[in-house]
C-alpha cells in the first residue's frame, strides 16, 4: 500500500503511517534485544559486556552509508509529491551503486580496525575477544543490513511502510530462532548470535528488493535501468552527508560514553548494555514516529504544502508528548523486571542497579528528545539537511563534557544524566532554526 501524505488528515496520515513503522523498529531492535538477552542469560555477564562494547564502533562505521540512505529517502519523498518520477527512478538507481561500494569499503575497514578501536575504547582484556569475533562477523555481512536499509528507505519514501514491517518480523523470528540454535544448542557463543543476525539481515533485505521488483509499477519505479546521473549522485551526497555527519558524531559521542563505561568494569558495562536494548525499544515510537513526520514533510514539500506541514508538526508533537509521558511511567516501574530480561538478578544484582538508574534517568527526559526528533525530521523532510549537522555537533559536545565532568561527583550516574543534557542542547537548534523560517526555501526538487 502506498500513502500519499499531500492529501487527508495530517495526524492520522502520521500516525497510521507511522504503526508499522514502530513495530518495525521495534522488531529491528529485537536483532539486538535477542542477542543480548540470549548471550547474558545463556553464556554470561562478561559476554553480554563484549556483545555490547561493539554497539559504537558499529554504528561509528556505517553512519555514512545509512546517511546517504536517509538523504537519498529525502530526494525521493519529494520526487514523489511533485511527480518527478523519471528523477526518482535516477535518485534509486544511484543509491544501489552507492550502499554496494560503500557497503565493500565498509566490510574491509571494520575487519581491519575493530580490535584497534575497542582497545581505544578500553574494552578490558576479558572480553576484548568475544567483541573482536562477534563484530568481524557483522562486518563481513554488511552488505545484507545496508541492502535492507536502503530497500526500506525507498519505500517509505514512496509511503509503503508496511513491506520494510513484514520483512522484520519475518527475519527477527528467523534471528530468534537461529540465535537459539546456534547459542544454546551449538554451544557458538556470541559468534552464534553474531552468525544469526546476519542470516537474518539478509533474509530482510531479499524481502524488500523481490517486492520493489514485483511491484515496480505500482511504485512508479516501471521502467527503472542500471543508469543514473551525475546530478542524481550529487543530490544524494549533498543530502546525505549532513545526517551522515550528525550520526556519526552522536555515535562518537556515544563512543565516547562507551570508554567511559568501561573503565568501571564488566558490572557497568553489563548493565549499559541491557539498559540501552531496553532504552532502544522504548524510545521506538519516538524514532517511528519522527521518520514519518520526515516522509510527511517530503512529499508536502515536494507539492507545496507548507502550511500543512506546520499543521502535521503541531498535532504530532502534541501526540508524542502524551506517549512520552506513558512510557516514562511504565519504564520506572518495571526497571528492575525488564532488566532481569538480561541480567541474573544472583549474579548481577549489582548490574541491575546500576541500570535501574540509567533507565530512571533518560527515560523521565523522553520529551526532550521528542522535541528534538520532531523539529528535526520535519527540517530534514523539508530539505534543511545541514540543520541535521549542526544539531549533531551540539548534542556530541554536549554528550563528551557532561559526561566527563558529571562523572567525577556522581560517578557512572553521571555518565546517565549527560544523554539528557545532551538532547536539550541538539533540541534547542532545529527548534531555533524552525522558527526563523529559513527552511521554508530549501526545497530540493
Known amino acids: ?62 553512519c ?18 511533485s511527480r518527478k518520477f523519471d528523477e526518482m527512478r535516477k535518485t534509486v538507481t544511484g543509491l544501489i551503486y552507492i550502499v554496494v561500494i560503500l557497503s565493500v569499503i565498509t566490510s574491509i575497514a571494520g575487519i581491519i580496525f575493530a580490535r584497534p578501536i575497542l582497545r581505544l575504547l578500553s574494552t578490558p582484556d576479558r572480553v576484548i575477544d568475544e567483541a573482536v569475533r562477534y563484530v568481524n562477523i557483522i562486518f563481513a555481512f554488511t552488505i545484507g543490513m545496508a541492502m535492507y536499509n536502503s530497500a526500506g528507505a525507498i519505500l517509505r519514501s514512496l509511503g509503503d511502510s508496511r513491506t520494510p514491517l ?12 537461529l540465535d537459539l540454535l546456534f547459542v544454546i544448542v551449538f554451544k557458538a557463543g556470541v559468534a552464534g548470535a553474531a552468525i544469526a543476525t546476519v542470516i537474518a539481515q539478509i533474509i530482510s533485505a531479499v524481502y524488500c ?18 543508469r543514473t546521473s551525475k546530478e542524481a549522485l550529487i543530490r544524494i551526497f549533498q543530502t546525505g552527508l549532513p545526517a ?35 532504552d532502544s525499544i522504548a524510545i521506538a515510537p519516538i524514532v517511528s514516529i519522527g521518520m514519518s513526520l520526515s516522509v510527511f514533510a517530503g512529499q508536502n514539500r515536494g507539492a507545496g504544502n507548507l502550511d500543512r506541514i506546520k499543521k502535521g508538526l503541531y498535532q504530532t508533537l502534541l ?30 544484582a549489582e548490574a541491575i542497579i546500576i541500570g535501574s538508574r540509567y533507565l530512571v534517568i533518560v527515560s523521565v527526559a523522553y520529551i526532550v528528545a521528542a522535541v528534538m526528533r520532531t523539529y528535526l525530521n520535519i527540517l530534514r523532510g523539508a530539505g534543511d539537511v545541514n540543520t541535521s549537522a549542526i544539531a549533531g555537533i551540539l548534542e ?4 563528551i563534557i557532561f559526561a566527563y565532568i558529571l562523572v567525577h561527583p556522581f560517578g557512572s550516574t553521571g555518565i546517565w544524566m549527560a544523554t539528557p543534557l545532551a538532547w536539550a542542547m541538539g533540541a534547542s537548534v532545529p527548534v531555533i532554526r524552525y522558527y526563523s523560517g529559513k527552511w521554508k526555501d530549501k526545497k530540493l526538487i
Open 319 to 348: 501526540s508524542l508528548i502524551g506517549i512520552c509521558i506513558v512510557l516514562a511511567v511504565v519504564i520506572v516501574l518495571l526497571r528492575h523486571q525488564l532488566l532481569g530480561l538480561f541480567l541474573d538478578k544472583n549474579k548481577a
Open 396 to 399: 556530541l559536545t554536549g554528550r
Open 1 to 62: 500500500m502506498v500513502y500519499d501524505m499531500t492529501k487527508g488528515s495530517p495526524l492520522k496520515l502520521i500516525l497510521s503511517f507511522s504503526v508499522p513503522m514502530l513495530i518495525g523498529n521495534v522488531f529491528q531492535q529485537v536483532y539486538n534485544f535477542v542477542d543480548a538477552a540470549v548471550v547474558g542469560r545463556f553464556v554470561g555477564a562478561e559476554s553480554l559486556a563484549a556483545v555490547g562494547s561493539t554497539g559504537t564502533i558499529l554504528a561509528v562505521m556505517i
Open 244 to 278: 551522515a555527519l550528525e550520526s556519526c558524531l552522536i555515535s562518537l559521542g556515544t563512543m565516547s560514553v562507551q570508554r567511559l563505561v568501561n573503565s568501571f568494569g564488566k558490572m557497568t558495562m553489563a548493565a549499559y548494555t541491557a539498559a540501552t536494548k531496553i
Open 209 to 226: 528488493i523481490v517486492h520493489i521488483v514485483r511491484y515496480r509499477e505500482q511504485l512508479n519505479l516501471e521502467g527503472i535501468s542500471f
Open 166 to 177: 513484514y520483512a522484520l518480523i519475518l527475519s527477527s523470528l528467523l534471528n530468534v530462532g
Open 64 to 81: 555514512l552509508m545509512m546517511g546517504l540512505t536517509s538523504g537519498a529517502g529525502i530526494i525521493i519523498s519529494q520526487c514523489f509529491g
